[in-house]
């Protein structure tokens, strides 16, 4: 089934977009029958920024992406585009350059068919494709490759000639839909470099979609966190890594991901475990959300490259020793994996670190570089 567009009788336009917008979606719904994907979504994009959607699979991320592209036809909501309301309009008709996870490419065309096809259906002057072919073949490095067939091409090559169908259209917003997904590790690390360096040449709108949250972290000026067709968080990636805003974006975020103790809050003292194991850390230097946090059941999130350990243990404003259950060499650092309060708890280390299962391991905790979360709303405190 289908989603449809509701025209609600009478309704009025929604104002004309604010300057410095470069996108714009209000209010935005779309439901496949009784199945809700998108939940009055509002998400202002600034021009020239490049956003992220992150999120899990199923999470409305792709779908959303699709709805700017005016590929879904949202059931209720605006999006409007360089001032524009464009929720009518067909795909071609938006501005927009779309780049999708499969490559697309036409196998029986050249690169330089492939990137020139668009233009020539659009019937455009034949020097203005050569010089758009061009300039996008110089741009992506492919100049080169212009003359192989896709059969010919690398995975990267391949998804860099998608890149270019995009690029050669001259278009304000760049849409890509988990780009790098079919790529080897190394490719993908590569291929993000040079995403990230399209961006800082053009400076054009950028809008991706992945659920991977290096890609997200290293490419975004902002990042939209999204779980069950909400935002659950937008900020800048520093903003999403230190100050999480529920319980599901500090997990969601971050590899290893964060450590999680369940205790309780007195008095401004976070209490877990019992006198052995147990930990008691004085809040007196982290920062709340809120004021006046009264007590109540909570989590407390402490992220594995926070804990101290070696010789600025002494140090910390919280110590407390730990005996090491499995280590983790992974070159350039070392997890280790132990129980804080009989709760899993992993510490990254150095990866010239000296440490074996069994060993008891000093550790030290700086409270202020904490997350704390309502157990039962599991909000940021």
């Known amino acids: 089934m289908t989603a449809t567009l509701r025209i609600a009788e009478g309704h009025s336009p929604a104002p004309k977009s604010e300057v410095g917008h ?28 490049f956003l992220v959607l992150l999120g899990p699979s199923g999470c409305g991320k792709s779908t959303l992406l ?26 071609n008709e938006r501005g927009i350059g779309m780049v999708f996870q499969s490559y697309a490419l036409y196998p029986q065309m050249t690169v330089e068919g492939n990137l020139s096809f668009g233009l ?14 061009a300039r996008a073949a110089e741009i992506l490095q492919i100049e080169p490759l212009l003359q192989r067939k896709p059969g010919a091409l690398s995975g990267g090559q391949r998804q860099r ?13 760049f849409l890509f839909d988990e780009p790098l997904s079919n790529l080897d590790a190394k490719l993908r ?20 979609v992945t659920h991977d949250q290096v890609e997200a972290m290293t490419l ?27 319980l599901y974006v500090a997990d969601f975020i971050g590899s290893p991901s964060m450590n999680f103790i369940t205790g309780h809050l007195e008095g401004g003292t976070f209490k877990a475990g019992g006198m052995s194991g147990g930990v008691v850390l004085p809040m007196e230097g982290y920062r709340f959300a809120t004021p006046q946090v009264g007590d109540r059941p909570a989590v407390i999130g402490i992220r594995p490259e926070h804990v101290i ?4 243990v002494a140090s910390a404003p919280v110590t407390h020793e730990v005996t090491v259950e499995l280590v983790e060499p992974m070159g350039s650092d070392t997890l280790v994996w132990a129980q804080v309060a009989g709760e899993r708890f992993r510490i990254r280390m150095d990866g010239q670190a000296r440490v074996a299962p069994g060993d008891r391991l000093p550790i030290g905790i700086d409270p202020s570089r904490a ?4 157990k039962k709303t599991e909000d940021r405190l």
């Not at 439901?31 to 202002?44: E, I, P, R």
């Not at 000639?161 to 917003?173: F, M, P, Q, S, Y």
């Open 371 to 374: 997350s704390l979360f309502d």
């Open 22 to 49: 470069s996108v714009q979606v209000k209010d935005l719904d779309l439901q496949f029958g009784a199945v809700k994907v998108l939940n009055d979504l509002n998400l202002d994009i600034g021009e020239g920024e």
């Open 120 to 133: 020539k259906n659009a019937r455009m002057p034949k020097d203005e494709i050569r010089r758009r072919v």
């Open 220 to 246: 975004a000026d902002r990042i939209a966190i999204m779980k069950g067709g909400v935002i659950m968080q937008l900020g800048t990636p520093d903003e999403i890594y230190n100050r999480p805003q529920s």
């Open 309 to 312: 350990t070696g010789e600025l």
């Open 189 to 208: 690390a590569d291929l993000r470099v040079e995403i990230k360096r399209l961006h800082q040449q053009l400076r054009n709108t950028m809008i991706y």
């Open 66 to 91: 699709n709805c700017i592209a005016g590929l879904l036809e949202p059931t209720d909501g605006q999006i409007w585009i360089k001032g524009q309301n464009v929720t009518w309009k067909e795909p």
């Open 161 to 173: 000639v998608a890149i270019g169908r995009a690029l050669v259209r001259d278009v304000d917003v």
